[in-house]
Each structure stands twice: as structure tokens, then as C-alpha cells.
């Protein structure tokens, strides 16, 4: 079974300043990763995803992470944030020999963006 | 209509109410799952349903029924639900087939059970 923790359930930051969310996992196997965004009134949307090569990986608007298999983490980075950022960010894993439903969520962490 | 769908964005209802959330995916997908997002929790994965039969049910409470009709469609039967039941409920699709199958969410339905 796996298990992430998102420890940092707010993160409030100014408009252009960088930010980390910090995600960890617990796994007895090797693991796909991601992250999601949800905007307000929104469903899940897939920011970026660890399959399998580079360690860091680049998603959509601007966002990166980066998987260290020793620290069994995978931060979210952006060195830049906009006001649009501020939305709730899920961490994921999933076992490499599972099936697409054996998604596990973090409990989320919320960006708030501020001028 | 494109990606997935959600019907009603909102519903209230009663404890001893029956109604049923909808969801229908227009990517071609065949495998469509339902999952509860509650405040401060980790998304719980409720029922997936492959090639339109339920391959996962987890521990659902039985006043929570899912139908399968087609491949595009799922629903999500309600009836004599608790407060507690409260949430977003939201839908997903994905393949079944190759070696990652990114799920496709749909915007959830916001329920409230008085």
C-alpha cells in the first residue's frame, strides 16, 4: 500500500515570489508520481507526472518538480508564482504494476497567491 | 460537449430523498470512476467501473449505488444518505489500455445532505 503526505495544508505567498509544496510517499514498490491542480468549482487537472527517466519534470504553467527516490519525495516548484496559481494542489502516486485506479492523493495543499 | 461532464454542479437533498448524480465522458475512454472529496481529506476512491463492469467498490455504504450503462456514461444512485455524506463527488475516465492511463476529471457535483 502507499500512502503521501502533504504537510503544508496552506501556503500563502506574493505574486512573482517562488514556491515549494512539499510532497512525500510511502511505497513498498516502485511508484508513478504527480501532482494535480484544482481551480475553484473544478475538477482535478494533471500538472506534471514522474514516469520513468530525468528526475526533474516540467508540467503546464510554468511548474516543476523533481523525484528523489532516497528522500521518497517530489516538491512542487515554481520561481515565479502568479495570482491564477492560487488553487489546491494534490500530490499522487500510483504503483507501477497497479491499474489506472490505484491512484493515492495527499490531503492537498492550498496556494494562495497575494499581490 | 468535451472532456467530462457533471450533472447537477449542486444538489441539497434530505436524508430520506433518492436522487442520482450523473456523469458523461466524451473521450472515448472505458474505464469511469467515482470518488468523495471531503474537507482537510485525501480524495477517497469510491468505485471503478472497467469496460462497464465495477471492477473496485471500497467499502462504499450500500445508500451509495453506482450504474454503468455504457462506456460514456455513470451514475451515482442516492437514497436515505447522512450528513456526513456531504462532499464533492467527482467523476473520472481514463484507458484501461498501455502503461499509464492519465485520469480525466470532471468538474464534481457539491452535495449537501441535510
Known amino acids: 500500500a502507499q500512502s503521501v503526505t502533504q504537510l503544508d495544508s496552506q501556503v500563502p505567498v506574493f505574486e512573482e515570489a517562488p514556491v515549494e509544496l512539499r510532497c512525500n510517499y510511502s511505497?513498498?514498490?516502485?511508484?508513478?508520481l504527480f501532482w494535480y491542480v484544482q481551480y475553484p468549482n473544478q475538477g482535478l487537472q494533471l500538472l506534471l507526472k514522474?514516469?520513468?527517466?530525468?528526475?526533474l519534470v516540467k508540467g503546464i504553467n510554468g511548474f516543476e518538480a523533481e523525484f528523489n527516490k532516497s528522500q521518497t519525495s517530489f516538491h512542487l516548484r515554481k520561481p515565479s508564482v502568479h495570482i491564477s496559481d492560487t488553487a489546491e494542489y494534490f500530490c499522487a502516486v500510483r504503483d507501477r504494476t497497479g491499474t489506472a485506479s490505484k491512484l493515492t492523493f495527499g490531503t492537498g495543499t492550498r496556494l494562495q497567491v497575494t499581490l | 460537449e468535451t472532456g467530462v461532464t457533471q450533472t447537477p454542479r449542486h444538489l441539497v437533498m434530505g436524508m430520506t430523498n433518492k436522487k442520482s448524480l450523473k456523469c458523461e465522458q466524451h473521450l472515448g475512454h472505458n474505464a469511469m470512476y467515482w470518488y468523495k472529496q471531503s474537507a482537510k481529506k485525501p480524495l477517497e476512491l469510491m468505485f471503478v467501473?472497467?469496460?462497464?463492469?465495477?471492477?473496485e467498490n471500497n467499502s462504499v455504504p450500500s445508500r451509495f449505488s453506482p450504474e454503468c450503462p455504457n462506456s460514456s456514461h455513470l451514475f451515482l444512485h442516492l437514497h436515505t444518505l447522512q450528513p456526513e455524506d456531504s462532499a464533492l463527488y467527482l467523476c473520472?475516465?481514463?484507458?484501461?489500455?498501455?502503461?499509464?492511463?492519465?485520469?480525466?476529471f470532471g468538474p464534481g457535483t457539491r452535495l449537501t445532505v441535510l
Open positions: 467501473y472497467s469496460l462497464e463492469e465495477r471492477v
Open positions: 514522474y514516469l520513468s527517466g530525468s528526475t
Open positions: 473520472a475516465s481514463s484507458q484501461t489500455s498501455g502503461d499509464y492511463n492519465e485520469q480525466f
Open positions: 511505497s513498498s514498490v516502485s511508484v508513478y
